[in-house]
Nanobody
Framework: QVDLVESGGGSVQAGGSLSLSCAAS????????MGWFRQAPGTEREGVAA???????TYADSVKGRFTITQDKAKNILYLQMNSLKPEDTAMYYC?????????????????????????WGQGTQVTVSS
């Protein structure tokens, strides 16, 4: 069980920037994935960006070149820097972690954006982008 607490959401005009943070409790295993997901009303939760314990990253096509995921492993904090925000980025953003003993046998080539790969979730933080 990994406890996750997001912060940093808010409202911004299109073209602006926001930074999200996610504080994680201690991981049980050496290898893990962490990711940011978002969900707008009436839509499925979708993966935005992910990072693994080796530092490899994956981005959804819709955010490539605009969002950057990073982690501070010493502090167990995950970040998402969001630039050039668009109204369609408006959603509840969730931090997620995959803390699974199977991962210690090896990580995937790229961290997944499939929400079913993650077994720990934060409570979410709202991001609203106005036009």
């Amino acid at each position: 069980q990994v406890d996750l607490v997001e912060s940093g959401g808010g409202s911004v005009q299109a073209g602006g920037s926001l930074s999200l943070s996610c504080a994680a409790s201690t991981f049980s295993f050496t290898n893990y994935y962490m990711g940011w997901f978002r969900q707008a009303p009436g839509t499925e939760r979708e993966g935005v960006a992910a990072i693994d314990s080796d530092g490899d990253t994956t981005y959804a096509d819709s955010v490539k070149g605009r969002f950057t995921i990073t982690q501070d492993k010493a502090k167990n904090i995950l970040y998402l820097q969001m630039n050039s925000l668009k109204p369609e980025d408006t959603a509840m953003y969730y931090c997620a972690a995959a803390d699974n003993p199977v991962l210690d046998y090896g990580l995937a080539a790229q961290p997944p954006l499939n929400r079913y790969e993650y077994n720990n979730w934060g409570q979410g933080t709202q991001v609203t982008v106005s036009s």
